[in-house]
């Protein structure tokens, strides 16, 4: 599957004829101090943290045996296919039956014992007699301490029937047969027929080929911001252009430390066969649209709003996108090629991934680019230029913030015109919001 952003982009230009689009600079400069000028607008942050894996299957069970005994057959094979409920594995049942005759014995010999007490404890506690010639007399004085004795045979009855029952019901629950829980495949034997085992030892190992997860490790640096629930991406290193949506649902609450370097185990499971294929229905359809108001805007000859986005973030130029529009009149249109379906995602375990962790994903934001925050303390500054050219020091509030641009949450407004005094593509390193940091080039940033 395609992630959004780049179907998105693969669709309209292969529909435009468009040329790949580079990245520059949108402001004047100034050769002589290396400054250029940035109009402060809105746009979309993502700040992400990267780290390469593996695939692992996500949903794997050892089957084990639940009583000890004889194995009398294993029904299955490393690489087997199986189904849920499906047999795979057996003891001889003669011991396990006869068990089971003893305990039923046990359960009849105890409710027969309590009936005969609850019994005497009736006939001691009665205040009539009847003789053996059939008269009825009154029994004047019933003996407390007989009753009292008859009391406790019959809890002493009822507990004795209580655990019969109990022994009954474990056994019942102990089953001879290894049932498959779900569907998947075996990947280990490890009983063959006339083993002799205990309680618990492992019949067999099956896995869910559907459910995938990666392990990656993440540095110190980064480990604050990632937390169980966050949205992930799997990049498959093998399959290009294969992007799947994922989740962390699980980060290791100890470092691994290898030569010194601190890293944490994260794991990232990768959406289900059912809603990878969803995601990609959606994504499709959004794709298309936009496709297709793209070619209309370029057919009436109105610059699509892919190329108006690419100019205001100072990507391209207007001669430029200019340029693109005339190629696009002038060539014909191409259909692009659908991405990949879910069934051709041929997933195995081991593969090779790089992950992409979403930490913070935020739309229409101020932004500014990071070489132009200084830092004096804890506030984060920039240069403004006011109306009359002259430069003005001001204090900003800083959000998120990515390699390349910081989201400014307070102190400028949109379209005033800042300074910068060093290459824009001078970035940083993602970090949560509000904290400060020293990003490449020594600049320090919000």
Excluded at 114 to 125: C, S, V
Excluded at 313 to 337: C, D, L, R, T, V
Excluded at 371 to 396: K, P
Aim: charged residues 25%; negative net charge.
């Amino acid at each position: 599957m395609i992630h959004a952003k780049r179907l998105s982009v693969l669709l309209l230009c292969t529909a435009l004829v468009l040329p790949a689009i580079g990245c520059t600079s949108d402001g004047e400069s100034d050769e002589g101090n290396g400054s250029q000028d940035y109009t402060v607008t809105r746009g979309s942050l993502t700040v992400d943290v990267t780290a390469s894996g593996n695939l692992a299957f996500s949903t794997e069970e050892e089957l084990a045996f639940d009583m000890a005994g004889t194995v009398e057959d294993v029904f299955v094979e490393e690489g087997d296919a199986v189904t849920e409920d499906q047999v795979v594995a057996t003891l001889d049942t003669s011991d396990w039956e006869e068990r089971l005759r003893s305990l039923q014995l046990s359960v009849l010999s105890s409710e027969t014992s309590l009936k005969q007490a609850e019994m005497a404890l009736e006939a001691a506690e009665e205040e009539t007699l009847t003789t053996i010639t059939g008269d009825v007399v009154v029994n004047c004085c019933p003996d407390d301490d007989e009753i009292e004795i008859k009391e406790m045979q019959v809890e002493q009855a009822e507990l004795r029937l209580a655990d019969a029952r109990v022994k009954l019901d474990e056994h019942l629950a102990q089953s001879p047969e290894v049932v498959a829980p779900f569907d998947g495949f075996v990947t280990m034997v490890a009983a063959e027929g006339g083993d002799e085992v205990f309680k618990g030892s492992i019949a067999v190992t099956i896995v869910d080929p559907n459910e995938f997860e990666a392990l990656i490790l993440v540095g110190e640096n980064d480990i604050a911001q990632v937390t169980e629930g966050i949205p992930a991406e799997v990049s498959v290193d093998s399959m290009s252009g294969v992007v799947l949506p994922a989740e962390v649902t699980a980060v290791a609450p100890t470092a691994t430390i290898s030569s010194g370097v601190v890293n944490y185990q994260v794991t990232v499971k990768v959406a289900s066969k059912e809603e990878i294929a969803t995601y990609i229905e959606e994504q499709m359809a959004a794709a298309r649209a936009e496709m297709e108001k793209a070619r209309e805007q370029a057919a009436s000859g109105e610059m699509p709003d892919k190329l108006k986005d690419a100019i205001e973030a100072g990507e391209i130029s207007e001669e430029e996108a200019k340029a693109m529009m005339e190629k696009a009149q002038s060539g014909p249109s191409q259909n692009a090629p659908a991405p990949a379906s879910v069934e051709d995602i041929g997933l195995r375990e081991g593969l090779s991934v790089s992950v992409t962790l979403l930490i913070a994903q935020k739309s229409d934001v101020l932004l500014v680019p990071n070489a132009a925050i200084d830092v004096e303390g804890n506030r984060a500054f920039v240069t403004v230029l006011t109306d009359s050219g002259d430069e003005e020091q001001r204090a900003i509030t800083t959000g998120s913030a990515d390699w390349q641009f910081t989201e400014v949450t307070g102190g400028l407004e949109e379209g005033e015109v800042i300074r910068t005094f060093s290459a824009m593509s001078a970035g940083y390193e993602e970090e949560e919001q509000g904290g400060f940091a020293m990003g490449p080039g020594g600049h320090p940033r919000g």
